[in-house]
């Protein structure tokens, strides 16, 4: 039996840590102020603010990413190595078109 590649409460964790990010970026960005004419004006401060909010989600989003793809790796390993019925029988099937595109008559020696 294998361990688990990924500690099971590992994804949970971050993917709260991604919402309540995600909070975060939506709180700085609602604070823009706007215009009458529908501009923005964001001051540097707020955009550092943003900036920061939204490269620790994209942080946060990549760890996530790495710990599905450990997942999917160890859960590819660990499947059975016998191909299903349908794929057993789909290999089986050699179509016709194929067969002559390989051999030709000159060098059939059958």
Same mark, same amino acid.
């Given at each position: 039996m294998t361990t688990a590649v990924v500690d099971p409460k590992l994804l949970p964790y971050l993917r709260g840590e991604?919402?309540?990010k995600q909070l975060e970026v939506e709180r700085i960005s609602r604070a823009?102020?706007?215009d009458d004419q529908?501009?923005?004006s964001i001051s540097t401060e707020q955009y550092r603010d943003f900036?920061?909010?939204?490269?620790? /989600?994209r942080e946060i989003k990549s760890a996530?990413? +790495? !710990?599905e793809a450990a997942i999917g790796l160890?859960?590819?390993?660990? #499947?059975? /190595?016998?191909?299903?019925e349908g794929a057993a029988d +789909? !290999?089986?099937y050699t179509p016709v078109w194929?067969?002559?595109?390989? #051999?030709t008559p000159s060098s059939d020696t059958r």
């Open positions: 991604l919402e309540t823009f102020p706007v529908g501009r923005f900036q920061a909010a939204v490269g620790a /989600a996530i990413d +790495a !710990a160890r859960n590819y390993l660990n #499947t059975d /190595a016998t191909p299903s +789909a !290999a089986a194929w067969v002559s595109s390989v #051999t």
